[in-house]
């Protein structure tokens, strides 16, 4: 299955709207690990995950898991150029994602700091639209 760039984003757009929400804040930053490595089913082992996969294709392999009641996306990638145009495109969407060599988790920001003291990894956030709804809706005001 050949993997297109509108696909790429339609999946990183679902991702971000299954995962959409206010996630509460951590109390401080725990020693980090060193950022984990391999294949999607590894990452998934060291997160303690059994990831239910929804993409298998070469360049991307999407899966999701959960960690107690919450959700979050576990997604590896062939090249590290096919990663960081998927998550330029995907932070278009808000969210957050932790970003380790050819591999991101996407979910809650408690979800994503969570897994961090599993995988390592940085936190990258993506755009933050909640602020401009008020002045989207009022520039097309009658």
């Excluded at 009641?69 to 590896?76: F, G």
């Excluded at 991101?104 to 602020?131: C, K, P, Q, W, Y």
Aim: hydrophobic share 35%; net charge negative; charged share 25%.
């Amino acid at each position: 299955m050949k993997v297109t760039r509108p696909m790429l984003v339609a999946a990183a757009a679902a991702a971000v709207f299954a995962l959409a929400g206010c996630g509460s804040g951590g109390d401080g930053e725990a020693a980090v690990p060193k950022t984990a490595t391999g294949s999607l089913e590894h990452l998934a082992a060291e997160a303690k995950c059994e990831p239910n996969m929804q993409t298998d294709a070469d360049e991307i392999r999407q899966a999701i898991c959960k960690t107690g009641k919450e959700k979050y996306i576990l997604v590896t990638f062939a090249t590290d150029r096919g990663q960081r145009e998927w998550i330029n495109s995907a932070k278009d969407y808000g969210g957050y994602y932790l970003v380790g060599r050819k591999w991101v988790a996407v979910g809650h920001e408690d979800v994503v700091t969570s897994l961090r003291g599993e995988l390592g990894g940085d936190i990258e956030i993506g755009t933050d639209h909640s602020g401009h709804s008020d002045e989207h809706s009022a520039s097309h005001e009658s």
